[in-house]
């Protein structure tokens, strides 16, 4: 049976759900990412700070960094990390400053080696080709209009743009019209590939030899499991990323549990116990909403699936501007006319599920066996 030890951290605060490093101001969304944070924060001095805070507090204590079961082994420390369960206690301003304690999974989310995410490899991909990161554009001023026109002007409106005298003197871009403006964007790096499935679809009415009338249907879709690798890789989430579940408690004893994030239920810790040592598990979020394309006339309308993971921490993954939801599919949107009104309805939410079983069939054997994955942090799991 596992024990816990209560370890007080003079250094960890809660500040607005995250944890917060008093030695450089960093805000991370939990203990194990704010201790990963100390160890390799040789460059910013965070490490040599906690260091000093240690021997200043406790003289006959040989400070090391705080020891987790993610973390790489420190070469430099002869005694290896305790293998026993942990809880730390740490502020927390929205509990109205009570204190908070954290109880880690033991023997998650094993470090397999390290790789490179798919960022480093468009990266380097640019290095070798002489190419600035913000390729292919010329320079910073460049992509900063492009990205102004994407967001907030229409078509005809950056057509009209890119023509004026004005605009050329002033800007002098590379783009001299929308669509070279739009080629340009084209060129960007757009992630896992889109393809098009056709569903058909036999009905029940008969066409003039008595054959069921068939409709065929377009399902674009992409690969569910590189879109989840595209997310837990990504460099912008590193310090808001986890990957092992953990109890909170509102008492130092351990009989009053809190949740916030998913990674603090029950569900997480239960599933890890089922599975091998070293595992990591990666929650999918699936969102999907008809949506009109045209509020002037016609019926046109889009069917939009999009995909997030519980990993990133919720104040992140919910805010637009951090991309934390990727789109992973377009479900067809059929009038299904070969079908007579009574069983009309039954026949769409029939192609409804066919869709969807096509479109997250790879995540089936991703869950099953498992995939190795290069995560944020820069290490595989």
Known sequence: MSTRKLVLKHNATRIRGQHHCNHCGKDLPTAAGLKRHITSSKTSGCRDQWEREVLRREPTKSPSPPATDNDPPDQSTPEPPSKRAWVEEVEDEEAGGCHRWAQEFEGAAEELGEGKTLFEEIRESQEAMCEPPIAPFLDEEEWDLARWLIKNVTQTATEEFLKMKGTRALYHPSYKSNYTFLNKVDQLPTGPKWKCKIIQTAGELLDEDGDPIIEEHELWIRDPVECVRELIGNPAFREYMVYAPEKTYADKHGQSRRYDEMW???????????????????????????????????????????????????????????????????LPVAKLLNFPESTRSNAQYRLYHQSMRTLLQPLVKAGTDGIEMTCADGFIR
């Open 264 to 330: 603090t239920g029950d569900w997480w810790w239960k599933t890890q116990m089922r599975l091998p040592p070293g595992a990591t598990i990666s929650p999918v979020i699936l969102a999907s909403d008809k949506t009109r394309l045209s509020q002037f006339g016609g019926d046109k309308q889009a069917w939009p699936v999009c995909l997030t993971i519980r990993n990133i921490s919720k104040d992140i993954r919910r805010q637009p501007s951090s991309h934390g939801t990727v789109l992973i599919g377009y």
